[in-house]
């Protein structure tokens, strides 16, 4: 069964700084890694997918990286800010979608 | 607007009532998929489907049915709910899960929080 693990499972840090949440997965032949952002009794929202050919991706202040051959993925935030404050999922995709159990980050003023 | 949208978002039913959660996206999307929710357990794929008329099992799909006879709707169907089908239930789609066709970003309803007592 290929699994996907997410370190750490909550991190508290201060407002202003950069953080990388990690995201480890054992399917070899994804098609591509996705990661979403999830408020308290909310759904998904989509931050960033990384096909299977690329190695990084970015949007504002957030940036994803792909490493297939260690099945690793990081997503960095820059100069974090209370309202990034959420559990982060990563989820691989290969015809089936595997999560994460998340990270549960918060951003104190 | 491009959407993803389930109905009912909250139901309380009772044990071997059937019941149906409707899920529809406006985006022509071919792939679609129906995941629970639960503390500690993560999220979990139940079934998914490529295109019309195809359907694929996930991770935990004893008690639950779908269908997939038009492209834009994927009802998710418990013909007799129990107690542990209580959870938070997700709709899901994506243009198509085919990295080759440039897919893959998957779209996620609201959500849908079933108790069943």
């Known amino acids: 069964k290929q699994e996907v693990t997410q370190i750490p499972a909550a991190l508290s840090v201060p407002e202003g700084e950069n953080l990388v949440l990690n995201c480890s997965f054992t399917?070899?032949?994804?098609?591509?890694l996705q990661w979403f952002r999830q408020d308290p009794g909310k759904g998904l929202t989509s931050l960033l997918l990384?096909?299977?050919?690329?190695r990084e991706q970015t949007s504002g202040r957030l940036n994803a990286s792909l490493d297939k051959s260690s099945g690793r993925s990081t997503l960095y935030i820059a100069a974090s800010q209370p309202g990034d404050s959420a559990t982060y999922l990563c989820?691989?995709?290969?015809?089936?979608?595997?999560f994460g159990a998340g990270t549960r980050l918060t951003v104190k003023p | 607007e491009a959407q993803v949208t389930q109905n009912p978002r909250y139901l309380i039913t009772v044990t071997g009532k059937k019941l149906t959660v409707t899920c529809s996206q406006n985006?022509?999307?071919?792939?679609m998929s129906w995941y629970r929710q639960d503390p500690g357990l993560g999220l979990r794929q139940i079934y998914y489907?490529?295109?019309?008329?195809?359907?694929d099992k996930g991770d935990v799909p004893e008690g639950y049915k779908v269908s997939r006879k038009e492209k834009r709707n994927f009802p998710l169907i418990l013909e007799s709910p129990s107690p542990n089908q209580t959870s938070l239930y997700f709709c899901?789609?994506?243009?198509?899960?085919?990295?080759?066709?440039?897919?893959?970003?998957?779209?996620f309803g609201p959500g849908t929080r079933l108790t069943v007592l």
């Open positions: 899901a789609s994506s243009l198509s899960i085919d990295p080759y066709s440039g897919g893959g970003e998957q779209f």
């Open positions: 399917d070899s032949a994804i098609y591509n």
């Open positions: 990384i096909q299977s050919s690329q």
């Open positions: 989820a691989q995709n290969h015809n089936d979608m595997r």
């Open positions: 985006m022509n999307h071919e792939y």
């Open positions: 489907s490529m295109n019309v008329e195809v359907t």
